[in-house]
């Protein structure tokens, strides 16, 4: 136990040790929330690296492929194209970032379509979605400090340390904003997926040696999703359009985009992290398959990665553990700073009226969601098979937001009237699905509520789209602000040199 738990405050030490040495004051709310728009593209790797993947990988992700085999390829197959999505929106997003002073995806919406209520909706969505999974979060180090503590530590004790010291850790998520969650996702995105990646493969390799090959592995395995099947020919399909697309709705992971240098940064940093998403993920799954036919797996598939890393002994089981701990940390930091500025910015901003400009606010509202996350996380110890259904229909409800965004950014037709329209209904038709069909939908060959409901989305958007066309003033705006992304001198400070002949009166203060 003392080296388990003394691992876990050694990495906390060097997380908030590197945190304080280059710790900087922001002057404003925008450098709070976007870091300056300073960072350049390893940093960039880290950062989207470990928020996207977050620590359960090691176990729930992990434990997919092992208990139902190669289908937990998916994961890696949708990360992949994520980060060809995320090269396209570099341009657009970065550009419209820095030259309007943009500070969350909710802010981004309401600039393209010029709308207060496009804004507000886009917030509410993403801040109800992304909850649970912070919660969770917090809640998904039991099964770290359960191992760590090698017998000493029940199952409920566990879960209210793991609650304890990712609460802790915020603190500094609190004080030094986006700059803080973007070095920490350096150091902790070193340990869980270059540090993890050769674990793993480690692991792998010892398998393979010693009796745990892919040959004694179930024969189910091997197989997917097809025609005949309870689930569908369309369900893997669907998993890996709504992980695609959806990736990029969550509030944390798009907030990315307006934290690069430039451009070129972040597709520096798409480049970069696709060989470590295909070799980290690729790594992993291929080990879970394998570790398959480790006793005690089948029994306990979420426990895969402290199983099999129980080989090397306490020390390997450590190592392990940081790992998963590391990754919970970046992705459960990212999310309270994302939610925290889409709230202060988006809903409190918008409510008075005003251009959010105090970065105090910033921390105030991420203080009062992590406190909330935590009252929650203690709430609801024991009962977490209900938040996980609620997390599985936000994960449906959240990429609701692709029509709106994709749409808007890649076409210039798409209305504020359509974009609330498409929102509100692909939101609660995902929900209704969700709850009838949790897994797939038998009558649609296998697609999952979100998918469907993101098909009732798009084609409301297009619609309305057509019948309600937009104005003719609202027509020249839109073509200015695409006409815009073909000139290179973005303007940084549109608060000191505005463009008149843009109005975006729906996210900035009249002059």
Not at 125 to 144: E, R, T
Not at 364 to 383: D, E, K, Q, R, S
Request: glycine share 10%.
């Amino acid at each position: 136990m003392l080296i388990g738990y003394g691992g876990i405050a050694v990495f906390f030490v060097v997380v908030v040790t590197a945190l304080e040495l280059t710790k900087r004051k922001d002057a404003t709310f925008s450098e709070y929330a976007t870091a300056g728009r300073s960072f350049g593209s390893f940093f960039g790797t880290m950062a989207f690296l470990n928020t996207w993947l977050p620590g359960t990988m090691f176990i729930s992700f992990a434990g997919l492929a092992a208990s139902a085999g190669v289908i937990g390829f998916y994961s890696m197959i949708y990360s992949l194209l994520a980060v060809v999505l995320m090269f396209f929106l570099a341009k657009p997003v970065h550009d419209w970032g820095k030259r309007y002073d943009l500070r969350s995806q909710a802010d981004l919406l309401g600039a393209r379509y010029n709308s207060r209520a496009v804004r507000i909706v886009a917030a509410l969505i993403g801040i109800a979605a992304s909850f649970p999974w912070i919660v969770l979060g917090m809640q998904s180090l039991a099964l770290v400090f359960k191992y760590l503590s090698f017998g000493h530590v029940g199952a409920s004790a566990a879960v209210l340390i793991g609650i304890v010291v990712i609460g802790l850790r915020q603190i500094w998520t609190i004080r030094f904003g986006m700059r803080g969650v973007i070095i920490s996702d350096m150091v902790q995105g070193i340990v869980a997926y270059l540090i993890g990646t050769l674990i793993v493969l480690g692991l792998l390799t010892w398998l393979v040696s010693n009796g745990h090959g892919f040959d004694a592995v179930a024969p189910d395995h091997f197989d997917l999703p097809g025609p005949g099947s309870s689930l569908g020919p369309l369900y893997l399909s669907s998993l890996i359009l709504t992980g695609a697309l959806g990736g990029w709705c969550w509030p944390d992971i798009f907030v990315r985009l307006f934290t690069a240098r430039s451009v070129a940064t972040i597709k520096r940093s798409a480049v970069q992290a696709a060989p470590v998403l295909l070799i980290f993920g690729a790594a992993l799954t291929l080990m879970a398959i394998a570790a398959s036919s480790v006793p005690g797996v089948t029994e306990a598939p979420d426990d895969v990665w402290f199983i099999t890393a129980g080989i090397g002994g306490v020390g390997l089981i450590t190592l392990a553990g940081i790992c998963v701990v590391a990754a919970t940390m970046g992705n459960v930091g990212a999310n309270l700073q994302a939610l925290g500025t889409q709230t202060a910015n988006d809903i409190i901003g918008v409510a008075k009226g005003v251009r959010v400009t105090d970065p105090r606010i910033g921390r105030i509202t991420v203080g009062v969601l992590t406190l909330l996350a935590a009252i929650g996380a203690f709430a609801t110890v024991g009962t977490s098979s209900g938040l996980i259904t609620l997390a599985l229909i936000s994960y449906q409800g959240i990429c609701q937001l692709a029509p709106t965004l994709f749409l808007g950014i890649f076409w210039r037709r798409g209305t504020a009237t359509a974009a609330v329209a498409a929102m509100t209904s692909g939101f609660v038709t995902a929900g209704a699905l969700q709850v009838f069909c949790p897994i797939s939908i038998p009558w649609l060959g296998g697609l999952t509520s979100g998918v469907a409901a993101l098909l009732v989305n798009a084609a409301v958007y297009v619609a309305l789209t057509y019948v309600a066309p937009m104005s003719t003033a609202e027509r020249r705006r839109v073509d200015l602000l695409f006409d815009r992304l073909h000139a290179s001198d973005a303007d940084p400070d549109p608060h000191i040199h505005p463009a008149p002949e843009v109005n975006l009166d729906s996210h900035t203060p009249a002059h």
